[in-house]
Every structure is written in C-alpha cells, then in structure tokens.
C-alpha cells in the first residue's frame, strides 16, 4: 500500500529557515499536502501542490516536489517559536482519502 | 461556521465499558472521516463516510468498533468493550470536494484514557 516517511524531529534556532522533508511511495499522487498540529489541537492545513508542479510559494512556506525521486520538502523561512509544532505530510490520489506520516516534530529555539 | 465539533474532549474509562465519541461536521461537508492517534502508529484512517454513507471501513481495527452517521450533523464513533490499548486521540475531520482537491477540516479531537 501508499507509505509516506518523514523525519521523526527536527530543531532549528528562531530567524533560521527549517527544511521538512518526506518521501512517499505511490506514484499515482495526484495530490500532497502539509498539515500542521499544534499541541492539544487537530490538524490544520497549511499548504498543498498538484502533482504537476514543481514548486508552490506561500508567504514564508516554499513547498518543493520532485516526483521523480517522489520528495518533498517544506522550507520555512524565518522560523519563529510559533511555528513549534508537528508537521505532517499527506498525499491522495485525486479526490480520495489521505495518507499521512509520522509527523515531524519541529522545535524553534530562541 | 464553529468548524468541526468533537465530544468529549477527554474521556477516561475503565477497561469493559461502553465508549461513544460525538461528531458534529462542518456544515455542507459531504465527507466525514475518523481517525486515530498514537505515538506509536501515527495517525491511522479508520472510517469515512461520504453523504451520510460509510465508504471504507477497512481502518476499523475489530469488531469492538462501530460507527454510524444517522444526519449529515452527527456521527458516532463507539467502542464496546474498552480495552487499555484503545487508549489515543480520536479526530474527526470533514471536508468538501473542491477544485484543486481537498481539504480536511480536524476537530480538536477526543483524548481517550482506558484503565
């Protein structure tokens, strides 16, 4: 079946960029995503990318997708303490359920 | 819109009691999802309904489980009998199709705890 592999943690100091990574196995992705959770709270969306690009750029998040190696990445630019929280990767083939990772841990120090 | 309502927020049970977890959907969502929590598993798909209908519950780890979805504002996820490994959080997310494809929309989720 689909598997997505993510990086369990990840720590970086406040004003550096933080560099997520995943790696997901089903070729037929037609879409993938990133999610957010904060502590005590559900998952929020923060951004996704059609299979067809290559690169999505909102705000201070840089979404990167190599679908021949099947990896993407989320770069956050000027990380704050705020964005502590767990990562996750997701992908669906067209309008259908997700699979998600493990979720990255990130830690922001100030 | 309150965005997608899950009740209770933290259930403890002892092992052999009767669980139900609420949902309430975003309103004009079509689909409803259930998902569990863990360290150890991640987070897993366990059912998902689509109009009111479930479309896959392969995620259901047994029989103890059961869910239902009597409106599109309402479903129940309940666990009978409770055993100490079913303790995690319990999201329910919904969502609508778009263009572009989807999102889900989480709840807060339910923490569960089974002594």
């Known amino acids: 079946g689909e598997d997505v592999e993510q990086s369990l943690f990840l720590s970086v100091r406040e004003g550096d960029s933080s560099v997520i990574n995943c790696t997901y196995t089903?070729?037929?992705?037609?879409?993938l995503y990133w999610y957010k959770q904060e502590p005590g709270a559900g998952l929020q969306l923060l951004t996704y990318?059609?299979?067809?690009?290559d690169m999505k750029q909102d705000q201070r998040l840089t979404v990167l997708l190599n679908k021949k190696d099947k990896h993407l990445s989320l770069r956050i630019a000027d990380t704050q303490t705020g964005d502590s929280a767990i990562y996750f990767c997701?992908?669906?083939?067209?309008?259908?359920?997700?699979?998600f990772g493990k979720g990255t841990m990130l830690l922001v120090s100030p | 819109d309150a965005g997608v309502i899950q009740s209770p927020r933290h259930e403890v049970t002892e092992m052999g009691q009767e669980v139900t977890l609420r949902c309430k959907p975003i309103?004009?969502?079509?689909?409803l999802f259930w998902y569990r929590q863990t360290m150890m598993r991640g987070l897993e798909l366990l059912i998902y309904?689509?109009?009111?209908?479930?479309?896959?519950d392969s995620g259901m780890p047994e029989d103890r489980f059961s869910a239902k979805m009597p409106n599109a504002s309402f479903s129940t996820l309940k666990i009978q009998p409770s055993e100490p490994r079913d303790s995690a959080v319990y999201f329910c997310?919904?969502?609508?199709?778009?263009?572009?494809?989807?999102?889900?929309?989480f709840g807060p989720g339910t923490r569960l705890t089974v002594l």
């Open positions: 309103s004009g969502h079509d689909y």
């Open positions: 309904f689509n109009n009111n209908v479930p479309i896959d």
């Open positions: 997701a992908e669906s083939e067209g309008y259908s359920t997700l699979t």
């Open positions: 089903d070729s037929s992705s037609t879409y």
């Open positions: 997310a919904s969502s609508v199709r778009v263009a572009g494809g989807h999102e889900q929309f």
């Open positions: 990318i059609f299979s067809n690009m």
